[in-house]
């Protein structure tokens, strides 16, 4: 791997974002919250910090809108374990896939989807998009 994160989002076009993540919602409220452009292009995921605040019973997946969805990231929360995983700053779970990131399916958006309702917290996602399909010409992507 080369270049630093912000290299990657300024050389092509960041699609980093904050979620607040409400113990109410349901993977409907988290669809598509990164797009890309258009079908010509490619969510690359640097970085997922989510920090839980209320426990629940449930597992939060990071995953491509595909058909057959790709799963970049999974967590199941345990509401009554009281034991740090090693990887884990308390609440907080780390997933980091480099500057240059891990790909999604082409042209698909990146959705947060749950078991069910309970997990709430705060989530950053480092991304950007890069156009990965050959553009006819004359085409005005």
Same mark, same amino acid.
């Given at each position: 791997?080369? *270049?630093?994160?912000?290299?990657?989002?300024?050389?092509?076009?960041?699609?980093?974002?904050?979620?607040?993540?409400?113990?109410?919602? %349901?993977?409907?409220?988290?669809?598509?919250?990164?797009?890309?452009?258009?079908?010509?292009?490619?969510?690359?995921?640097?970085?997922?910090?989510?920090?839980?605040?209320?426990?629940?019973?449930?597992?939060? %997946?990071?995953?491509?809108?595909?058909?057959? +969805?790709?799963?970049?990231?999974?967590?199941?929360?345990?509401?009554?374990?009281?034991?740090?995983?090693?990887?884990?700053?308390?609440?907080?779970?780390?997933?980091?896939? *480099? +500057?240059? *990131?891990? +790909?999604?399916?082409?042209?698909?958006?990146?959705?947060?989807?749950?078991?069910?309702?309970?997990?709430?917290?705060?989530?950053?996602?480092?991304?950007?998009?890069?156009?990965?399909?050959?553009?006819?010409?004359?085409?005005?992507?």
């Amino acid at each position: 791997m080369s *270049g630093s994160y912000n290299h990657f989002k300024h050389t092509y076009r960041n699609k980093s974002i904050n979620r607040t993540i409400l113990a109410s919602h %349901t993977s409907a409220d988290h669809a598509d919250v990164i797009e890309p452009k258009n079908s010509s292009y490619t969510i690359y995921v640097q970085k997922i910090v989510l920090a839980i605040t209320t426990h629940a019973d449930q597992t939060i %997946t990071f995953q491509d809108g595909a058909a057959t +969805p790709v799963v970049i990231a999974a967590h199941t929360d345990e509401a009554t374990a009281g034991t740090a995983r090693p990887h884990d700053i308390p609440g907080t779970i780390i997933w980091d896939f *480099g +500057p240059e *990131g891990t +790909p999604l399916t082409q042209g698909e958006e990146l959705d947060i989807t749950f078991s069910g309702a309970g997990i709430a917290g705060r989530c950053h996602i480092e991304a950007y998009e890069k156009l990965t399909a050959a553009v006819a010409a004359g085409s005005t992507n």
